[in-house]
């Protein structure tokens, strides 16, 4: 697919004040979400914009879902947890870092999805205090497509030699798939990587196995997004782009 040039993070706004100039901020992503879209033939509402809320204060977050955000990402489960008695209670929060296992009987209620099952010991963990708490949670397996050293996640290898063992979970449902891409100069580098991830899943889908689906794609990022959103991605995960630099 043909890139397109887009205002990404030249422009991010940011400072101090009231309003932290987000409204201008998430101006400028929806319009780079509504381009993209239509480069790629998509509907605008496929895409689900989450604010990615890390050392952020309530305040800004509060200032955020003023102007409509309703989803928002963190990476850190005391962080999440110690915001969240202070917020709006029809916010859906999203778990988007490395979650420890030691930390996911705390964090399982009180997320709509866990995009970071990034190993089997995390996947059986999530599974086993799903069924403690008598509840089903929803997350997507974090794919290292890249291959670096520094992310966590599986191989795309290793997520099809896991299938079966992914299945038969009665309390945890893959969703999914997310990655990290790569930090580059030029968003077209990670074209490749996001078209992967895309492939990934729809493979995944042919072998049809039970407790597995493929509804989402959380990919992209403040440097990334237009490109991520054109191959396909359903969440996109902006920070800085939104609420300015940290």
């Given at each position: 697919?043909?890139?397109?040039?887009?205002?990404n993070?030249?422009?991010?706004?940011g400072?101090?004040?009231?309003?932290?100039m987000?409204?201008?901020?998430?101006k400028?992503?929806?319009?780079n979400?509504?381009?993209?879209?239509k480069?790629s033939g998509?509907?605008?509402d496929?895409?689900?914009?989450?604010?990615?809320?890390?050392?952020?204060?309530?305040a800004?977050?509060?200032?955020?879902?003023?102007?409509?955000?309703?989803?928002?990402?963190?990476?850190k489960?005391?962080?999440?947890?110690?915001?969240?008695?202070?917020?709006?209670e029809?916010?859906?929060?999203?778990?988007?870092g490395?979650l420890?296992?030691?930390?996911v009987?705390?964090?399982?209620?009180?997320?709509k999805?866990?995009?970071s099952?990034?190993?089997?010991?995390?996947?059986?963990?999530?599974d086993?205090?799903?069924?403690?708490?008598?509840?089903?949670?929803?997350?997507l397996l974090?794919?290292n497509?890249?291959?670096?050293?520094?992310k966590?996640?599986?191989?795309p290898?290793?997520?099809?030699?896991?299938l079966?063992?992914?299945?038969?979970?009665?309390f945890?449902?893959?969703?999914?798939?997310?990655t990290?891409a790569?930090?580059v100069?030029?968003?077209?580098?990670?074209?490749?990587?996001?078209?992967?991830?895309r492939?990934l899943?729809?493979?995944?889908?042919?072998?049809?196995?039970?407790?597995?689906?493929?509804?989402?794609?959380?990919m992209?990022?403040t440097?990334?997004?237009?490109?991520?959103?054109?191959e396909?991605a359903d969440?996109?995960?902006?920070?800085?782009?939104?609420?300015?630099?940290?």
């Amino acid at each position: 697919m043909r890139a397109t040039s887009y205002t990404n993070g030249s422009t991010i706004k940011g400072g101090e004040g009231k309003n932290y100039m987000i409204s201008e901020n998430l101006k400028i992503i929806n319009d780079n979400i509504s381009r993209a879209c239509k480069q790629s033939g998509r509907a605008e509402d496929e895409v689900k914009l989450i604010a990615v809320s890390k050392t952020k204060p309530v305040a800004m977050i509060q200032e955020a879902y003023n102007l409509g955000i309703r989803d928002f990402g963190e990476n850190k489960v005391k962080e999440l947890l110690t915001k969240k008695p202070d917020l709006p209670e029809d916010i859906s929060w999203h778990m988007i870092g490395h979650l420890q296992t030691n930390k996911v009987k705390s964090v399982i209620k009180e997320v709509k999805l866990i995009h970071s099952i990034d190993s089997l010991k995390l996947a059986d963990v999530v599974d086993i205090e799903a069924r403690k708490a008598g509840i089903t949670v929803d997350g997507l397996l974090e794919v290292n497509v890249a291959g670096e050293e520094s992310k966590f996640g599986f191989s795309p290898d290793e997520v099809f030699e896991l299938l079966e063992r992914f299945s038969v979970y009665k309390f945890l449902r893959i969703k999914g798939l997310m990655t990290v891409a790569p930090f580059v100069q030029n968003p077209e580098d990670n074209r490749k990587i996001f078209y992967n991830l895309r492939k990934l899943s729809v493979d995944i889908m042919s072998k049809k196995n039970d407790n597995i689906s493929m509804n989402f794609l959380s990919m992209g990022m403040t440097g990334d997004y237009t490109i991520a959103v054109e191959e396909g991605a359903d969440f996109i995960r902006i920070g800085t782009g939104l609420f300015g630099a940290r």
